[in-house]
């Protein structure tokens, strides 16, 4: 599997294994991030999103990578931030990684040709992105981690999944223009 672009549009050509590898670390991805929160007590709060408690760091590492505090060295200031964000990002990250479902799942028994609009790229960029952040996480992934393992590795089959998603994310990008009006786009 390999994105391209021409004519202006972004596909990939997939075979069946590639697609249900994707759709089942896409669903594992969306397991990870929970389910969406239930109405809030208060509502006002739950209409514009917002916990009435502060939020914790998540004990998972995988998912505090997802989802990192945004102050490192103040836990009450983190512990707020994330109330008024920490909704978002999650709904946001289920959202991408529900569109990459629905866009895998008319292939997953034959594979084919995957074509993708501007705002499917975008959610299949940051679903990527955030396989690779909880994959490295879990495998303890460094600058110096081997990621052309021996075969008697016990982590060589996901460090190979690894690079294989860091390989498509780079392919997938080198389809990409900026979206208009953003730094370094087209005006």
């Known amino acids: 599997m390999r994105f391209r672009r021409r004519r202006g549009r972004v596909s990939a050509e997939l075979d069946a294994g590639e697609a249900q590898l994707l759709s089942a670390l896409a669903g594992d991805l969306l397991v990870l991030l929970g389910d969406e929160p239930s109405a809030d007590e208060d509502p ?22 997802l989802l990192p505090d945004a102050y490192a060295d103040d836990p009450e200031a983190a512990s707020e931030f994330r109330r008024f964000t920490e909704q978002d990002l999650r709904a946001g990250k289920r959202g991408n990684a529900g569109a990459v479902l629905a866009g895998l799942a008319p292939y997953l028994d034959r ?6 609009d ?48 860091g390989w498509l994310q780079e392919s997938l990008l080198s389809c990409v223009d900026p979206r208009p009006g953003v730094q370094g786009g087209p005006r």
């Open 118 to 165: 501007r705002d499917e790229v975008d959610a299949w960029l940051g679903t990527l992105n955030d396989l690779r952040l909880v994959l490295a996480t879990r495998l303890g992934v460094t600058e110096q981690t081997d990621l052309d393992p021996a075969p008697d590795d016990p982590q060589a089959q996901a460090l190979l999944i690894y690079g294989w998603l």
């Open 111 to 116: 594979g084919g040709k995957v074509p993708l």
């Open 44 to 65: 006002l709060a739950a209409l514009v999103g917002l916990t009435s408690a502060p939020r914790e760091r998540p004990s998972d590492p995988a998912l505090a990578r």
